[in-house]
């Protein structure tokens, strides 16, 4: 094999025999299409490494290292045999990272793993661990609604809590008895209430817990709920509403303790486990987190659905109670009843119905801890709770939950003895009917099909965005934006705090800059949705969906004055020891960088890719003239021709002869671009010229073009993959300037600089020379940029006029007439 491949890598031996030349370009595209496939495979990789991380799962993660690592030496192998040897750098490159991920994953596996979560940090995909209750309150903080301040046990903690109490085996039997038929539930559930309520936590997990507390008390008087927040909880398809316990007035440590305990015993109450069982759910094992919060000091505080029940869809169902909600929740007291209109425009003073009741009893919290009960005095027994303001403050901030969540709501509230209205607890509401009238989730859908590379969902302005430089101006708005791009950007920088979310054309990377950044601040963001950037209008307001994929339409009147998104800081919460692996395994470095300045595999990794384009890219026309014999010749209208050499299912079975029809074409970037190139009118006013004879040479396979021509003062290279996976495709290029003036050279530059910028490319101009890189663009997207490449070739080699006056205005009205041409 060894000695195979050096006589493909021979000079000397190509030169002697052109049939070996076209075998060596073959060898080197297969080679090339095996890099791409373990490209996939690392990027595929980074993204487990991504999810166990935030997963904060320590057991998987060594394997997927190691495989990680294994695919990238790959790449590196691949990439020293398409150069001949030409990068060995990348081997103590790579031995140092892996050097470093050794540490850190020691390191990560001795750490703690993190008792509980402030509930700020608590990010869309962290449901499995924080529970139903816990993650959907959390991105409402994010959204900026007021929800009271806490922490979350996860559901790892408490399960590490029964394993250090040595109970986890004896209540997985408890529930694996209950599962079997005539089980005593009554009698099981008194069983595992006994032996949570008699364990004691160790030393080290009490710590924990007292730090917790701690972190809300500031060092005063706190009292908190401590309420269950399973991840089957509060959901679509499982509410569990009722079944687990809740303790409220938690008033110091070691009550707080003692209330965790309670909690975790009611997981296995008889009407949970009953419950577990009529769900499908009763051999599973625990799946309980516990959340924590400040307790509000209501004045008064209630339920609302979002829909009314009992109604015909076109309003609310709101009731109110003095004092805690606990009444309302449960049903056993008197509460003033208020419905609500669905629209936007609210209803008229006066006409919304409502019940006012004679209130009897509050639930107070007890200054020991605690709640109790207390009469209410006859002066405020017939007194309505809310004004017509507070219902009308409730009512938007439903809708606007309603919206967030895409579905009904079940929302319980409070208003404090200030006025300030607190949502407790939002979660789809399980009604028999379906239909509604207004607003709310009903917004129709703007685009789908995207891919949600950072979940969650916010509303916003659209702003389109085409630097980093456009997202430092978006900071500068009042309300909260969308960024709107054609494809991501590598130079972010700072993310404004008013940004709510991200939407791009193309792409669709997890591991995308850009995408890392945004799940790191838990902002919602889609990518590959294709049209974006056409049918997005500045100023629209839109809600985008994250975890569906869509852009969803928002009614300004809903949203304006809505308040502005709550920024999570980078990093915030993670163990050095994770952000040492994240920054080894997924820091995309700067754009360009050289090998040896890399220190993440996802850098490195993309160096490599781009040594690997560029060394088929550089392919260049030496090695096109050892393969002369095999080339083809392929004719304008005007007597031009392009010669191409196909290496495999390029052109047309049974095409014979010298010279080629354009119908013989089966690569499609190259069919796409010669018709860009040879047909229709001229795309700028221009004098009568004619493409100069053999003006370049192709390669081609059926979904890879490598083509270097000279047309008018640039010699140009262009290298494309256009296949059904959008991940593996882009289009590169390259212009570089000949003998000109310096300001000719300059002028005609930023023209196409600016035309490529315009129509997605990631460009950079030094002096005369533009390099331009799209990547991961559908099949439709690279064949609409490859015909605008051949007509900007056209225009290019037609006339210098095109760049005779302003560049800028040059680029609008070259796009302009490809944009016609469309029509």
Known sequence: MA????????????????????????????????????????????????????????????????????????????????????????YPQLAQARAGLVEALARYSRAPRGMWIPLALVTPDM??????????????????????????????????????????????????????????????????????????????????????WESLAQGGPLSISVRSSASGEDGREHS????????LGVASPEAFIAAFKEVLAGAFSPRAMAYRLRAGLGRQSVDMAVLCQRMVDARTAGVLFTADPMGEGARMLLTAVPGLGELAVSGR???????????????????????????????????????????????????????????ERLRLTALRIEALAGCIQDIEWSIDQNGMLWILQARPAHLAKARIDGTGFGSGILLDGGLGVSPGKAAGTVVP???????????????????????????????????????????????????????EHATPMITGLGTATASLQPG????????????????????????????????????????TIRRLVMDPGACGIPVQQCEGLHCITAAMYEQAATALFTAGDAVAK?????????????????????????????????????????????????????????????AAQTLAADIGCALVTGDYLNLHMRTGAYAVMVDAVCGAGARDNSVRVRFQGGEQAAETGERRARFVEEVLAAEGFVASRQGGMVSAVLREGSPDTVRARATMLGRLLRAD??????????????????????????H
Request: proline share 5%; glycine share 10%; net charge negative.
């Open 540 to 579: 629209q307001w839109v809600l985008v969906d994250g975890d569906r994929g869509a852009v969803l339409a928002a009614d300004p009147r809903l949203w304006q004055g809505a308040p502005k998104p709550l920024r999570l800081a980078v990093g915030a919460g993670a163990l050095d020891a994770a952000a």
């Open 465 to 519: 965005v085409r630097s980093g430089a456009d997202l430092a101006l978006a900071a500068r708005m009042e309300e909260p934006v969308v960024a709107v791009l054609r494809q991501s950007l590598t130079d972010g920088g700072a993310f404004p705090p008013n940004l709510a979310g991200i939407v791009v054309d193309m792409g669709g990377s997890p591991l995308d800059p850009l995408a890392c950044q945004a799940r």
């Open 127 to 212: 449901r499995e661990q924080a529970g139903g209750k816990a993650q959907p309150l959390a991105g409402l903080l994010r959204a900026g609604i007021a929800v009271p301040d806490g922490f979350v046990i996860p559901r790892r903690s408490c399960r590490a809590y029964l394993r250090q109490a040595r109970l986890e085996e004896r209540l997985g039997a408890i529930l694996y008895e209950a599962a079997g038929e005539g089980a005593d539930l009554e009698a099981l559930a008194k069983r595992a209430r006994t032996m949570i309520l008699a364990s004691s936590p160790t030393g080290e997990f009490a710590a924990e817990m007292r730090k917790a």
């Open 3 to 90: 000695g195979f491949f050096a006589s493909l890598f021979s000079r000397r031996t190509k030169a002697r025999h052109p049939d070996l030349g076209l075998e060596w370009l073959k060898a080197r595209y297969h080679i090339f299409r095996v890099l791409l496939a373990d490209h996939e495979r690392a990027l595929a990789a980074m993204a487990e490494v991504d999810r166990l991380l935030y997963e904060n799962e320590a057991g998987t993660l060594a394997v997927v290292l190691e495989e990680l690592y294994e695919t990238v030496l790959e790449l590196a192998d691949g990439v020293n045999r398409l150069t001949r040897g030409g990068h060995p750098e990348l």
């Open 626 to 686: 050892g393969a002369a014999s095999a080339a083809r010749r392929l004719r304008d209208k005007a007597g031009g021709s392009l010669l191409v050499i196909d290496l495999g299912g390029g052109l047309a079975p049974g095409s014979i002869g010298s010279e080629i029809a354009p119908e013989a074409i089966v690569c499609e970037p190259l069919a796409a671009l010669w018709q860009g190139l040879s047909g229709g009118q001229p795309a700028v006013p221009a």
């Open 797 to 822: 080699a037609l006339t210098d006029a095109a760049c005779a006056d302003d560049a800028m205005r040059a680029a609008q009205a070259f796009l302009a007439a490809g944009s016609a041409l469309k």
């Open 240 to 247: 569990f509403a009722g079944q687990y316990a809740t303790v």
């Open 333 to 391: 007291a008197p509460a003033d009843v208020y419905h609500p209109s669905r629209a936007i425009a609210g209803d008229e003073e006066g006409q919304m119905p409502c019940e006012i009741a004679v209130k009897t009893h509050r639930v107070v919290q007890d200054a020991a801890g605690g709640v109790r009960l207390e009469e209410v005095e006859d002066a405020e027994a017939r007194r309505p709770l809310l004004a017509a303001h507070e219902v």
